[in-house]
């Protein structure tokens, strides 16, 4: 197992245009996570899936703002009409849900940065 | 509301001399509290989950533990390997799945 992978790791992108990233969890992880990090932050919860099924999605989440994942497996952000605020690191994360929570792994995430 | 606060925000310290990383929480039924270690550009890297007051864990040089309201990242005689952001993080209240992170220790280690 690879780990969780994230592509592409960077990505510049010009004011208004749309960008979507992908992430591939570990194989057998039924949870599958999407959080935003900004320099000298920690990261900041965006949404969560368990198997195909969006379960909470953060309020701070504008409309431009989804996320998709078909089949249970991997996942896709988008994001609509890029604004200069959304220049962050976007981090996806797995984790095994049997009842208790288990760790989530994080990937090495995708740099946006728009201009 | 969920809240995790880390302390100190930065740390310097010489190879060798122990120290202790502090994150302070609010949360309603703690649930699970985690230890990840972040280095520059990339993702937090998983280091320990504790569930409980009164848990220890160990993993070469870092011990966390784990009181009601708090928890510690003891170092002992680091390295300048050790030189990362470490990251606290909280399961939200109630039935969430989602984390709540403190905004991080980076700790510099010199040789």
């Given at each position: 197992?690879?780990?969780?992978?994230?592509?592409?790791?960077?990505?510049?992108?010009?004011?208004?245009?749309?960008?979507?990233?992908?992430?591939?969890?570990?194989?057998?992880?039924?949870?599958?996570?999407?959080?935003?990090?900004?320099?000298?932050?920690?990261?900041?919860?965006?949404?969560?899936?368990?198997?195909?099924?969006?379960?909470?999605?953060?309020?701070?989440?504008?409309?431009?703002?989804?996320?998709?994942?078909?089949?249970?497996?991997?996942?896709?952000?988008?994001?609509?009409?890029?604004?200069?605020?959304?220049?962050?690191?976007?981090?996806?994360?797995?984790?095994?849900?049997?009842?208790?929570?288990?760790?989530?792994?994080?990937?090495?995430?995708?740099?946006?940065?728009?201009? | 509301?969920?809240?995790?606060?880390?302390?100190?925000?930065?740390?310097?310290?010489?190879?060798?001399?122990?120290?202790?990383l502090?994150?302070?929480?609010?949360?309603?039924?703690?649930?699970?509290?985690?230890?990840?270690r972040?280095?520059?550009?990339?993702?937090?890297?998983?280091?320990?989950?504790?569930?409980?007051?009164?848990?220890?864990?160990?993993?070469?040089?870092?011990?966390?533990?784990?009181?009601?309201?708090?928890?510690?990242l003891?170092?002992?005689?680091?390295?300048?390997?050790?030189?990362?952001t470490y990251?606290?993080?909280?399961?939200?209240?109630?039935?969430?799945?989602?984390?709540?992170?403190?905004?991080?220790t980076?700790?510099?280690?010199?040789?």
């Amino acid at each position: 197992d690879t780990g969780v992978s994230q592509d592409p790791r960077h990505k510049i992108t010009k004011r208004g245009q749309n960008v979507t990233f992908r992430c591939d969890p570990i194989s057998e992880h039924n949870r599958l996570y999407w959080y935003r990090q900004t320099l000298g932050q920690g990261p900041e919860f965006l949404t969560y899936f368990q198997n195909e099924a969006q379960l909470e999605k953060s309020r701070l989440l504008s409309d431009r703002f989804s996320a998709e994942r078909p089949k249970g497996s991997f996942s896709t952000l988008e994001i609509q009409r890029t604004e200069q605020g959304d220049s962050a690191m976007y981090l996806c994360a797995s984790s095994l849900a049997q009842g208790v929570y288990t760790e989530a792994f994080f990937g090495q995430g995708t740099r946006l940065t728009v201009v | 509301e969920d809240q995790v606060t880390q302390s100190p925000e930065a740390l310097r310290l010489q190879e060798g001399e122990s120290s202790s990383l502090n994150c302070s929480y609010t949360v309603s039924g703690l649930r699970g509290l985690f230890w990840y270690r972040q280095d520059p550009g990339k993702g937090p890297e998983f280091l320990f989950t504790l569930y409980s007051a009164g848990e220890e864990k160990e993993k070469e040089r870092l011990k966390a533990t784990l009181t009601k309201k708090e928890s510690f990242l003891h170092i002992t005689a680091p390295k300048p390997e050790d030189s990362a952001t470490y990251l606290c993080a909280v399961l939200g209240s109630g039935n969430t799945g989602k984390l709540i992170f403190g905004q991080g220790t980076t700790l510099q280690v010199k040789p």
